[in-house]
């Protein structure tokens, strides 16, 4: 049997509900036969979120993941320390704390860059502890030749854009920047265990029926085929998210951010989550922010976390199997 | 208690499966509490829609809609004449058949006018026939000052601009047509018996955070909301149908064609259907095609038929219950 993939995720905001979903999420021994998880954080913000969660499993602070040990009834934390646990209010964004989600990313994306991990969980961050913190990195713009695919129920989507204004993103709709996510995207699936992706290409207008869609699109799709992909479009927009869900496809490449959110949202299956595509390992995003008006009460629900990381999980495994959480 | 409204179903092309689920829709019996039906093509070919579909109810050829009569265990014709149906094959577009569909429409279309009847559902179309026959009309393009506004459970969405590029849709939006369709939204659901309707603006960029959703959507919303509308926006497209799912708005304006459309398409309810809204009656399309490749064989569902003949009878009862069919 294949070892059990190192799963990390880094606890989000300590002045958030991140903490205490991860650790309800491991707590609920769902893991315990799929992935060998390690929270990235403060032993301290992790003690607390135990604590206010009536979370009884013992936490384990580990100095490396080298050696996780396969103990399953155990939270183990890598605290890269730093951070006083006793000056973080709940509920309240602070420099402290931005830096401190800074300082764990860092620590969890490097740990996923050299291999000695195989999936990342981003936990819950907050935009303003991270202005605090003088972070300039803008929410929803993924480094160049990396892309945000959703997975909601049997809905893979995954846009050339983000946090673009519409008229722009447009613009940038060409057949290379197509044809590049559309190699990411097969790299992906196969890499989880789908050999033969069947990827559709969404068109840009309505019914795919304008110029723009033929010259834009089928250039790309075209060239994917070449490449022994089997892509497909211009599909039609408002048909192409009810075919996926139909099991026709199984990922669609949108041509615009709220093309595909609106399909995804609207359908609001259940256990969706961000997986970041293009990175050399699994990093996979929770689909809530950090609450902070009901952060430190227990009453978090960790459903979306435990699925963010089983599906990290699943992906690692290369099984093929993803998205049934 | 009121007269039972007068709805008038154009059957559609002769050759493709509009006359058959007409009749099928009628006599499930089904409407006779809700409706008086009539339909409006060549009697011919309703009778053969009857025999192909096995369906018994006796046709009644009525000369005007001024006396239809109450009778329940009738499928009335409304025959303007001038077509043959020998000369017609099922599943083959033809001038003739496009000629027909002109003329009923016309006739359909002047009674709705008129006061004399108080919904129109369009039966199915074709295309080519509509081109052999010279229509030079371009699919997806209502006059101006309406609208078409798509229903779908509790899902009630309608764009600014139907079939145009999306670069062009854009810049259609503007503080102006966006008070336009809010307003003609605004009347028709007071007039289908929702006196104080909860109108949700989607914005145009993704998450809603751009200045042209600032710029030209919140004076719509300010100049509505001056007019005694109960209009909000913009709300962030991705989640907006969600809460118009929950019950939290009655209706969405959208700002282009698949950002309403690619809402309703997922979610796919059974019975949605299309509203033209801004006419001086109630007309509603039926959202299938001809079906050339099944027309004649007796085998179309006439759900979605069935579905625009309740709604179009449940609006012009005004009771404010609609959708539910």
Redesign the interface.
Known sequence: MAPLPLIATMIGDPAGIGPEVAVKAIASGELDRLCIPVLIGDLGVVKRAAEVSGVTRALQRIESVGDPGTQTDVIRVLDPGGFDVSSCAFGEPSAACGQAVLDWTRVATALGASGRIQGVIMGPKNSTSLKLAGSKAVA?TPAPGTYMLRMSGALRVVPLT??????QA?EMVTPENVLKVIRVLSDSLVKWGLPHPRIAVAG????A??D?DRERIVPAVDAARKLGIDASGPAV???V??HA?EGKYDAVVTM????G????????FEGACTVHIGLPYIRVGVPHGTAFDIAGKGVARHRSMLNSMKTAAQLASGSGIFGQV
């Open positions: 929803g983000e946090h673009v204004r519409l008229t447009l840009m207008n309505p019914h029926m304008f723009e927009p408002d048909a998210f009810r869900l615009y951010h709220d093309q959110q609106i399909a995804v949202k609207t359908a609001a």
